[in-house]
């Protein structure tokens, strides 16, 4: 009996060492680990559609899309540097940087609300495609929830807690750019889903380190699932007073 209470012991001592040590990694490499998953995406996802449709498209993209890829691009290389230097504890500096990140964001935004314009007239007057003009709804809420969530960043800048996880769920908004190139999730419109189980593995962290949900996460899920599915309805069933806002904003 005393052998096989050692033998639980031992065990217990174990698991509660492992667990430990899991939320001794969360705490220190989870947005780091997922600034580096996240890039892979990014590559994984762009690399299968980048060359027909940018590098070597015919006929040639505006600037706009390059000048579009080139600041997305940075932002990942952005979050990226600013996960590492929170882990190496190089705060001063991820606080200087975070001003770039803020210009940055704001030009993000004005460059994806007119490349979704203006790429959509490119669509529909050049490449002569029909029925493009309903998925203006995907950037436009794309840009309203990675404006939003920075801007609140920005506000709440001396709340890390909150800080960090809203520039995460701004991060992961992008991520349907990426997860919306492999055909399967696209043509099921199901890549909102990809997102949001990034974000997902959020609060998967929060409850493995804190035991709690953080109330960025119980806020902005709910508002988030909502709201991609209206945008998601809006691209698929394309009501007539959508297609009247969209015939509008394109000039058409």
């Known amino acids: 009996m005393a052998v096989g209470n050692v033998g639980f012991a031992a065990r217990l001592e174990k698991e509660t060492s492992a667990m430990t040590q899991l939320k001794r990694f969360l705490s220190r490499y989870f947005y780091l680990c997922m600034s580096l998953v996240m890039a892979g995406l990014v590559v994984w996802g762009?690399?299968?559609?980048?060359?027909?449709?940018?590098?070597?498209?015919?006929?040639?993209?505006?600037?706009?899309?390059?000048?579009?890829?080139?600041?997305?691009?940075?932002?990942?290389?952005?979050?990226?540097?600013?996960?590492?230097?929170?882990?190496?504890?190089?705060?001063?500096?991820?606080?200087?940087?975070?001003?770039?990140g803020s210009g940055l964001a704001t030009v993000m935004v004005v460059l994806g609300l007119t490349v979704a314009v203006?790429?959509?007239?490119?669509?529909?007057?050049?490449?002569?495609?029909?029925?493009?003009?309903?998925?203006?709804?995907?950037?436009?809420?794309?840009?309203?929830?990675?404006?939003?969530?920075?801007?609140?960043?920005?506000?709440?800048?001396?709340?890390?807690?909150?800080?960090?996880?809203?520039?995460?769920?701004?991060?992961?908004?992008?991520m349907d750019a990426a997860i919306g190139r492999f055909d399967f999730w696209f043509n099921h419109s199901i890549f909102y889903v990809g997102l949001d189980l990034l974000i997902v593995l959020g609060v998967v962290r929060d409850l493995v380190v804190d035991g709690r949900i953080h109330k960025v996460y119980l806020y902005a899920l709910p508002v988030l699932v909502v709201g991609q599915s209206i945008t998601v309805y809006l691209?698929?069933?394309?009501?007539?007073?959508?297609?009247?806002?969209?015939?509008?904003?394109?000039?058409?």
């Open 118 to 174: 203006v790429m959509t007239r490119f669509d529909m007057v050049v490449l002569h495609q029909r029925g493009v003009d309903s998925f203006l709804s995907i950037p436009f809420w794309d840009m309203l929830v990675f404006g939003t969530c920075i801007a609140l960043a920005i506000l709440w800048k001396k709340k890390p807690e909150y800080h960090r996880r809203l520039v995460f769920v701004a991060t992961c908004e992008l």
């Open 46 to 100: 762009f690399s299968r559609t980048v060359d027909a449709s940018l590098f070597h498209a015919k006929p040639a993209r505006p600037l706009l899309l390059w000048m579009h890829g080139a600041a997305f691009s940075t932002w990942v290389l952005f979050f990226i540097a600013q996960s590492t230097l929170i882990r190496v504890r190089k705060v001063s500096v991820h606080r200087t940087l975070g001003w770039f």
């Open 235 to 252: 691209w698929r069933a394309n009501p007539a007073w959508w297609q009247a806002v969209t015939h509008a904003i394109l000039g058409l």
